[in-house]
């Protein structure tokens, strides 16, 4: 995973994936804090963001996911636990292929490094109510970007 601190500031690679079906988006809480946030996770080194996305949603979601194309390049700047976090963060859209029939609708729970967390898919209309990060998806994801937008948060 790439990761490392520096200066207090905790800097993370992130890779997550954008699944849409019937009006809703799949999302996964997490087991820590019971946020929701796209699915996705940590590139490793010499890894490119499709790779890490192809083999985070293998791995979590046990899903063969075609990646169709970047959305959002994201630098999203946050604390958490008291911990300044500088996390870069790429947004893809992707199909998840046959495994809709076995997500949907959900709830479902995956496997985090064998910590349980649940993925479900949420209405886009209610979006807005939801504790969803980064912040910007709450709309975002009503209307894709036609072209690549960088957004710092």
Same mark, same amino acid.
Request: cysteine-free; charged content about 20%.
């Given at each position: 995973?790439?990761?490392?601190?520096?200066?207090g #500031?905790?800097?993370?690679?992130?890779v997550?994936?954008?699944?849409?079906?019937?009006?809703?988006?799949?999302?996964?809480?997490?087991p820590?804090?019971?946020?929701?946030?796209l /699915?996705?996770?940590?590139?490793?080194?010499?890894?490119?963001?499709?790779? !890490?996305?192809?083999?985070?949603m @293998?791995?979590?979601?046990?899903?063969?996911?075609q990646?169709?194309?970047?959305?959002?390049?994201?630098?999203?700047?946050?604390?958490?636990?008291?911990i300044?976090q500088?996390?870069?963060?790429?947004?893809?859209?992707?199909?998840?292929?046959?495994?809709?029939?076995?997500?949907?609708?959900?709830?479902?729970?995956?496997?985090e490094?064998?910590? /349980?967390?649940?993925?479900?898919?949420h /209405?886009?209309?209610?979006?807005? !109510?939801?504790?969803?990060?980064?912040?910007?998806?709450?709309?975002?994801? @009503?209307?894709? /970007?036609?072209? #690549? #937008?960088? #957004?710092?948060?």
């Amino acid at each position: 995973m790439i990761r490392m601190t520096q200066n207090g #500031i905790t800097f993370r690679y992130r890779v997550a994936g954008v699944a849409l079906h019937e009006g809703r988006v799949l999302l996964q809480e997490s087991p820590d804090d019971f946020v929701w946030a796209l /699915p996705g996770g940590h590139a490793e080194a010499g890894e490119n963001a499709t790779a !890490t996305l192809v083999r985070e949603m @293998q791995e979590e979601l046990g899903a063969s996911v075609q990646v169709n194309r970047l959305l959002w390049v994201v630098e999203n700047l946050f604390s958490h636990e008291g911990i300044r976090q500088h996390e870069l963060g790429l947004y893809f859209l992707m199909d998840l292929g046959a495994a809709v029939e076995r997500l949907y609708p959900g709830p479902v729970i995956a496997d985090e490094d064998g910590v /349980p967390m649940r993925v479900a898919w949420h /209405p886009l209309s209610t979006l807005e !109510t939801l504790e969803l990060y980064p912040v910007f998806l709450r709309r975002g994801l @009503q209307a894709l /970007p036609e072209n #690549i #937008i960088h #957004i710092v948060t």
